[in-house]
C-alpha cells in the first residue's frame, strides 16, 4: 500500500483497493451467512486497521498483496464477531493506537469542540500524528512557506489543544464530584 | 521557538521516543524534581490520543464516502451489480 500521502490520493487509493478488495471480503462474509451491512462494516474496520499499519510503516511484508491483506484482517474479525456475538466490533483491541479508556467520557465532548473550534489546529496535528505525513507535505498541503514554520506551528497547535484537553477534563472533574 | 514550544517539544519528543539519548536522560531527571512534568506528559499524551482519533474518524468519513460513491453514482453500476448479486441470489 503506497500511504503517507495527502488526502486526494487517499481517496484515490480507497476507491482502488475498495474495487479490488471489496468483492472479495462480500463473497466471503456472504458464503458465511452475512448481510451486504455485514460486509461493509467488515471491509471498512479492515481498511482502518491496514492503513493505520501502512503508514506507521508495521507491515511485516513490504509487498504485501493489499487484496490477500485485506481479506485476512476481514476474516480475522468475521470469527471476532462470531466469537464475541456482538454486532459492535471493539475496534480498538486490534490496534496500536494506545488509548486511556477512563478518558473516553470526556474525550467524545472535546473533540466535538475541537472539530469546530480548532479545526486547522487538528487538521494539522492529524496530518502529522495519524497520517504520518512527511513535514514538507504538511507545509504545502497548508500554505506554510515551509518545513520550519510549520513545525512551529505544530508546536503552537499542540500547545493549545493540550490546554483545551486539559481545561476540558478538569471542568469534568469538578462536574462529576 | 519561544520557551514554552521548547518545553512541548520536548515532551513530544519523550513521548514519541524521538529523544537524544544525553536529553532522554535529563528528561528522565526532570521528571524526579519536578512534579509538574509528570501531568504535563499525561495531558500531553490525551491530547496525541484525541488527535489519532480525530484523524480516525476523518479517515472513516473519507471511506464512507468512498462507499456513497461507489453505491450511487452511475459509472460504477457494474461493480455496484456485482457486489449486490452476492447477496441477493440466495
Given at each position: 500500500?503506497?500511504?503517507?500521502?495527502?488526502?486526494?490520493?487517499?481517496?484515490?487509493?480507497?476507491?482502488?483497493?475498495?474495487?479490488?478488495?471489496?468483492?472479495?471480503?462480500?463473497?466471503?462474509?456472504?458464503?458465511?451467512?452475512?448481510?451486504?451491512?455485514?460486509?461493509?462494516d467488515?471491509?471498512?474496520?479492515?481498511?482502518?486497521?491496514?492503513?493505520?499499519?501502512?503508514?506507521?510503516?508495521?507491515?511485516?511484508?513490504?509487498?504485501?498483496?493489499?487484496?490477500?491483506?485485506?481479506?485476512?484482517?476481514?476474516?480475522?474479525?468475521?470469527?471476532?464477531k462470531?466469537?464475541?456475538?456482538?454486532?459492535?466490533?471493539?475496534?480498538?483491541?486490534?490496534?496500536d493506537?494506545?488509548?486511556?479508556?477512563?478518558?473516553?467520557?470526556?474525550?467524545?465532548?472535546?473533540?466535538?469542540y475541537?472539530?469546530?473550534?480548532?479545526?486547522?489546529?487538528?487538521?494539522?496535528?492529524s496530518?502529522?500524528?495519524?497520517?504520518?505525513?512527511?513535514?514538507?507535505?504538511?507545509?504545502?498541503?497548508?500554505g506554510?512557506?515551509?518545513?520550519?514554520s510549520?513545525?512551529?506551528?505544530?508546536?503552537?497547535?499542540?500547545?493549545?489543544?493540550?490546554?483545551?484537553?486539559?481545561?476540558?477534563?478538569?471542568?469534568y472533574?469538578?462536574?462529576?464530584? | 521557538?519561544?520557551?514554552s514550544?521548547?518545553?512541548?517539544?520536548?515532551?513530544?519528543?519523550?513521548?514519541?521516543?524521538?529523544?537524544a539519548?544525553?536529553?532522554?536522560?535529563?528528561?528522565?531527571v526532570?521528571?524526579?524534581?519536578?512534579?509538574?512534568?509528570?501531568?504535563t506528559?499525561?495531558?500531553?499524551?490525551?491530547?496525541?490520543?484525541?488527535?489519532?482519533q480525530?484523524?480516525?474518524?476523518?479517515?472513516?468519513?473519507?471511506?464512507?464516502?468512498?462507499?456513497?460513491?461507489?453505491?450511487?453514482?452511475?459509472?460504477?453500476?457494474t461493480?455496484?451489480?456485482?457486489?449486490?448479486?452476492?447477496?441477493?441470489?440466495?
Open positions: 500500500m503506497v500511504c503517507n500521502n495527502a488526502p486526494a490520493e487517499t481517496e484515490k487509493l480507497i476507491i482502488k483497493l475498495y474495487k479490488s478488495a471489496f468483492p472479495l471480503v462480500a463473497k466471503y462474509v456472504s458464503k458465511m451467512g452475512g448481510g451486504l451491512d455485514d460486509a461493509k467488515i471491509f471498512q474496520d479492515a481498511l482502518v486497521i491496514y492503513y493505520e499499519k501502512a503508514v506507521a510503516g508495521n507491515l511485516e511484508l513490504q509487498k504485501v498483496d493489499d487484496k490477500a491483506y485485506l481479506l485476512g484482517i476481514a476474516k480475522h474479525l468475521w470469527l471476532k462470531f466469537r464475541d456475538d456482538k454486532n459492535n466490533l471493539p475496534l480498538t483491541d486490534d490496534l493506537l494506545e488509548y486511556e479508556p477512563e478518558i473516553a467520557i470526556s474525550a467524545n465532548k472535546v473533540l466535538h475541537l472539530e469546530t473550534a480548532g479545526k486547522k489546529c487538528m487538521e494539522i496535528l496530518a502529522f500524528y495519524y497520517h504520518k505525513l512527511p513535514m514538507k507535505d504538511i507545509a504545502e498541503l497548508f506554510y512557506a515551509g518545513e520550519r510549520v513545525t512551529v506551528q505544530k508546536y503552537k497547535c499542540l500547545e493549545k489543544v493540550r490546554e483545551t484537553v486539559k481545561q476540558n477534563a478538569l471542568a472533574e469538578d462536574f462529576a464530584e | 521557538m519561544r520557551t514550544l521548547n518545553n512541548i517539544k520536548e515532551v513530544d519528543d519523550h513521548l514519541l521516543n524521538q529523544s539519548p544525553q536529553d532522554a536522560l535529563l528528561f528522565e526532570k521528571l524526579i524534581i519536578d512534579p509538574e512534568l509528570k501531568y506528559v499525561m495531558w500531553h499524551k490525551q491530547t496525541l490520543s484525541i488527535v489519532n480525530y484523524g480516525r474518524n476523518n479517515l472513516r468519513a473519507m471511506i464512507e464516502n468512498v462507499h456513497q460513491q461507489l453505491f450511487t453514482q452511475p459509472e460504477h453500476q461493480f455496484r451489480q456485482k457486489i449486490l448479486r452476492l447477496f441477493y441470489k440466495r
